[in-house]
């Protein structure tokens, strides 16, 4: 039986740099990078038979910037969570090597810690326990990039991720148990290379990717591509059911669902989900240049929707940089729900900003903002991630940290109605937040500056706490959301 991992004291997540920019923006991109990056999937899965969401994040030391690969969990029934479980010390800064999350059909939770290029190892965990996130076993040390594991009911482990092989080319291992895996299948090597995101439905998993043009470099990517398999990857096609012959190398394929090169804007992808039917549907961002500021405005958030027959694109919600990051929920009834940083935020034009919800009741043709969750904040929030399965408790999660400079960087997460809070004192309660601290077990004032909703939990257990803090804002109902802190 494997040792317990050791615990962490805190939720802090990993600050992170890349390219500088030589202006007032510092970056290219930067900030509290915990939950990096949107090709980087899952972060979090809903256990429905344990009622918990797991979840795994950046984290760093508190005497260096060196980043720890973190799990832990939400429970939703005592509301609490428990110290983070370090895996490892990747013994670098760089977010790229953030890890992301699967569960098993016995409850097992499987961590793969990334690699950013082929300079260091990657890593797959698997724990020891169900449902438990205190010991772990190492299962394999190769080397890959963007991991996305998908678990298929009834086959296995279906891997799609990244190798740096002359160009970021996409790839696809399986595995019946997550311990033998099948040699790498390339599925796209196009010029430089390519990003990806995915998603499940059913038996179904989807990927959304761009390409970079070969002779513009890598911070130009562009163009937009969807194919899916349902045959646990034997055999690839376009929605409409279109063969697509692997691997892509032509940029004119039957996976093109749009050619935004010809168009003369950058793609940036974002998430992808499924409506009711099983239809794809793709987030992302169109800009018209890599740099920061106002001149590569505007930065639209754009949805790509399979009707049945075409593909339906849309897009009217705008930001202010290209690595704005939310993630996008379909009801059963067939709204949708975005969560993302789409409001300015402290450091303007830098990734993140103040995070909002919007939702859209004509399948993406107009959206409605309706509440903004954070506001005041002293640094940018960003990367919002949803968990596989969400439950309505736990419907995203995002760090903090700041744009321009080294900064602290905490974990928050929001519900699926993200009537949140802030990082201030707020304004009276409305009588849905009183109802929901009710069932958290804890007290709200009008008179209250802060207070905490706070869990029973056994005494031997060091847990932590949810403190819901706001500030009363111009425009802006109550709020809340939760910031993983420590509790006593």
Excluded at 171 to 199: F, K, M, N
Excluded at 202 to 214: Q, R
Excluded at 274 to 293: A, C, K, M, N, Q
Excluded at 320 to 330: A, E, K, P, S, V
Aim: proline content about 9%; charged content about 20%.
């Amino acid at each position: 039986m494997a040792e317990p991992l050791p615990k962490a004291d805190g939720y802090r997540g990993i600050w992170y740099y890349n390219q500088p920019s030589n202006d007032e923006y510092v970056y290219k991109y930067s900030g509290g990078l915990g939950t990096y990056c949107a090709k980087h999937i899952p972060l979090a899965v809903y256990a429905e038979a344990a009622h918990k969401t797991f979840f795994c994040y950046g984290g760093t030391r508190t005497d260096r910037n060196s980043l720890l690969e973190m799990v832990a969990c939400y429970d939703h029934d005592s509301h609490t969570v428990p110290r983070p479980t370090i895996l490892v010390d990747k013994g670098t800064d760089d977010a790229h090597d953030n890890p992301v999350l699967s569960l098993d059909p016995d409850g097992h939770v499987w961590v793969f810690a990334s690699a950013h290029g082929t300079s260091r190892p990657a890593y797959i965990y698997r724990s020891t326990e169900p449902y438990a996130v205190d010991a772990f076993e190492l299962v394999s040390d190769k080397n890959y990039s963007y991991p996305q594991p998908w678990h298929i009911p009834g086959h296995g482990f279906l891997f799609l991720h990244t190798l740096y092989h002359g160009g970021r080319f996409l790839h696809c291992s399986t595995s019946p148990d997550g311990r033998t895996w099948t040699e790498p299948r390339r599925l796209a090597a196009v010029a430089q290379g390519h990003y990806q995101i995915s998603w499940r439905h059913g038996s179904k998993v989807g990927t959304a990717f761009n390409y970079h043009p070969p002779e513009t470099g890598l911070n130009w990517r562009t163009n937009l591509y969807y194919m899916e398999s349902d045959d646990f990857a034997a055999t690839w096609r376009s929605p409409q059911g279109e063969p697509v012959p692997l691997p892509i190398t032509d940029k004119h394929n039957p996976a093109l669902v749009h050619d935004y090169e010809a168009d003369g804007l950058l793609v940036y992808m974002k998430d992808l989900k499924f409506d009711p039917h099983g239809h794809p549907i793709i987030l992302y961002v169109t800009s018209r240049g890599y740099e920061s500021g106002p001149e590569n405005a505007p930065r639209t958030w754009t949805t790509a929707r399979w009707t049945g027959s075409a593909w339906d694109i849309q897009g009217s919600v705008t930001s202010d940089n290209n690595y704005d990051t939310g993630c996008l929920h379909i009801e059963p009834d067939g709204a949708w729900r975005l969560i993302g940083p789409t409001e300015t935020g402290p450091q303007p034009y830098n990734p993140g900003g103040e995070v909002a919800l919007w939702t859209s009741a004509d399948q993406g043709h107009s959206w409605d903002k309706v509440r903004q969750l954070t506001a005041g904040s002293p640094y940018n929030h960003t990367y919002c991630r949803p968990p596989v399965n969400a439950h309505p408790g736990f419907a995203a999660f995002w760090a903090d940290g700041h744009g321009r400079e080294p900064s602290p960087s905490r974990l928050y997460f929001c519900d699926r109605e993200a009537p949140c809070g802030g990082s201030r004192p707020t304004c009276p309660p409305t009588a849905r937040s009183q109802r929901r601290s009710t069932s958290h077990r804890g007290t709200e004032g009008t008179e209250k500056r802060s207070w905490r909703v706070e869990a029973p939990a056994p005494e031997s257990s060091r847990r932590f706490q949810y403190l819901r803090e706001g500030n009363p804002t111009p425009g802006i109902p109550s709020r809340r959301y939760w910031n993983l802190r420590e509790g006593a």
